[in-house]
């Protein structure tokens, strides 16, 4: 019963590849976001979709294209794969109205070899 | 541009003590300010949500408290356990939606 669902969990790849990673909420949320942690484990907002439609979109390489097929579901997908994508990318989901807590995924790690 | 400072770093106490940790933020125009829990390998969970207009919340050992003056938010966890050890995240929320996290304080408690 998994809230926030991501796969894969693990992700290993070449440098130069498209990879995508997959996020699904069954809570009924409006709002869905991915974020990267990085080495650091500082976590950065990426995207932000309300109902399918973009509202944050941080300065991220356009080698990163987020797609929401519907508000269930927030997918990332990454092209051409640099050593410096390698992180934790972690996806989220909220309510609509800001004062609701972000429910988080268990995140996939991504490393670039 | 917001910026979000947590402090220590890292926490080592022996069991049954209380936590201090410390968030502290540099534009006080916030929406909101969460508290989450990080476990190794894992997401983040939700531990306490203050909004702008209040002061403090808790939830059993768990108290946060919010000067949004002064850009600061303390977590308070009463009676430490083993099983409260992890990484303790602050984020604050500003009116467009986005989320600026800390880095975190990782918290081990000994038995």
């Known amino acids: 019963d998994t809230a926030v669902s991501q796969t894969p969990k693990y992700l290993v790849t070449q440098m130069g590849n498209d990879k995508s990673i997959k996020c699904e909420q069954n809570?009924?949320?409006?709002?869905m976001y991915w974020y990267k942690q990085d080495s650091k484990k500082f976590l950065k907002i990426m995207f932000s979709y309300n109902n399918k439609e973009l509202i944050i979109n941080e300065t991220v390489p356009n080698r990163f294209s987020p797609k929401s097929p519907d508000k269930a579901h927030l997918n990332l997908h990454i092209n051409s794969l640099e050593l410096g994508d390698s992180a934790v990318y972690f996806c989220?989901?909220?309510?609509?109205?800001?004062?609701?807590?972000?429910?988080f995924g268990n995140g996939t790690r991504l490393t670039v070899t | 541009k917001q910026e979000v400072t947590q402090i220590p770093a890292a926490l080592s106490v022996p069991e049954g003590e209380n936590l201090v940790l410390n968030c502290s933020f540099t534009d006080s125009a916030i929406y909101n300010l969460q508290w989450f829990r990080q476990d190794p390998g894992k997401g983040l969970t939700s531990l306490l949500l203050?909004?702008?207009?209040?002061r403090e919340q808790t939830s059993g050992r768990l108290n946060a408290s919010l000067d949004k003056s002064s850009g600061r938010s303390t977590l308070y966890i009463a009676a430490s356990q083993p099983g409260d050890s992890a990484t303790y995240l602050c984020?604050?929320?500003?009116?467009?939606?986005?989320?600026?996290f800390g880095a975190g304080t990782q918290v081990v408690v000994t038995p």
């Open positions: 989220a989901s909220s309510p609509l109205g800001g004062n609701s807590p972000l429910h």
């Open positions: 203050i909004q702008s207009s209040q």
């Open positions: 809570l009924g949320h409006d709002t």
């Open positions: 984020a604050v929320k500003d009116s467009w939606g986005k989320l600026q």
